[in-house]
């Protein structure tokens, strides 16, 4: 049930497995150094040898017929709950979800997505039945306010780029 306390929305992200390791060349954030406006952990490339070799299978990247599937998941999740769905965008090795829940904990909400997305896939045949096509976890920030509600929302729909 949601209080006073808690966050207007949910801004969720989730990585696509073995797509940004630590060293990537794209930098990464560590939970030691994650904070806004930080910036990110430099490439190094040992490390991330190291993190290839620790895969346990080939990187999941989420082809064009994937990514609707994806995205109906994720309203669908959000109709049967009934959360208030703001944001919605599936890219080739992520998602983001800006979400209004109603509930306390994100944890529960980045399950949840994640969960009946990786269902969605597997009734088409578009990923492994014994392989999560996810990362582990994923990031979860709090929304507060309207003012910020409009800057995330603007970020998923327009601040992506035309890579897909």
Request: proline residues 2%.
């Amino acid at each position: 049930m949601k209080n006073k306390n808690s966050p207007l929305t949910f801004f969720i992200t989730f990585r696509c497995y073995g797509t940004w390791l630590h060293g990537d060349q794209c930098g990464s954030t560590t939970r030691f150094q994650n904070k806004i406006g930080e910036p990110f952990v430099e490439s190094n490339k040992g490390w991330l040898a190291f993190n290839k070799r620790r895969l346990k299978h080939a990187a999941f990247k989420l082809r064009k017929r994937q990514r609707p599937i994806v995205t109906s998941a994720i309203v669908e999740t959000c109709e049967i709950r009934e959360w208030l769905l703001h944001a919605v965008n599936v890219r080739t090795n992520h998602v983001h979800v800006v979400v209004g829940s109603g509930i306390d904990e994100g944890k529960k909400v980045l399950g949840a997505l994640k969960a009946n997305a990786t269902r969605a896939l597997r009734e088409k045949g578009l990923c492994d039945e014994h392989r999560s096509p996810w990362s582990k976890g994923g990031s979860i920030r709090y929304v507060w306010d309207i003012s910020a509600l409009g800057d995330v929302v603007d970020y998923v729909l327009n601040g992506q780029g035309n890579e897909i």
